[in-house]
């Protein structure tokens, strides 16, 4: 049985290459509109599970890479859009919460062959 190639991505705060399952997943969620049809504002949320729909951008987790791409504006630039304040605090949150817990790993196990 052939090997399978390991799916490699770039962290956005620290720029190094890294297995797809040893980074987690940011998320930008497809854009929603209003009743009227105005534009809501993106969503843009942790994804653990590396399955939600939307554009991706990967990090280590480590707050510190977070707070590396947030100096430099590298998921903006993914993103093509302005990432509220209050995001890039819901997403330090989450990362320091999930870096505390011990036991399972971030992400669920079974996702070779996912995305």
């Known amino acids: 049985m052939r090997q399978r190639k390991t799916p490699m991505r770039m962290c956005t705060g620290c720029g190094e290459m890294k297995p797809k399952k ?6 930008k969620a497809p854009e929603k509109q209003e009743e009227g049809g105005k534009p809501l504002p993106p969503e843009i949320s942790l994804d ?4 939600k729909p939307g554009r991706g951008a990967y990090l280590c987790p480590d707050p510190e890479c977070l707070r590396l791409a947030r100096k430099a504006r590298r998921l903006e630039r993914a993103f093509s859009c302005k990432i509220p304040d209050q995001v890039y605090q ?15 790993p971030l992400f669920k196990e079974g996702r070779e062959g996912h995305g």
Request: negative net charge; proline residues 8%.
């Open 22 to 27: 040893e980074l987690v997943r940011v998320v």
């Open 48 to 51: 653990l599970t590396g399955k």
């Open 90 to 104: 819901e997403l330090e949150e989450r990362l320091e919460q999930e870096q505390k817990q011990p036991g399972p």
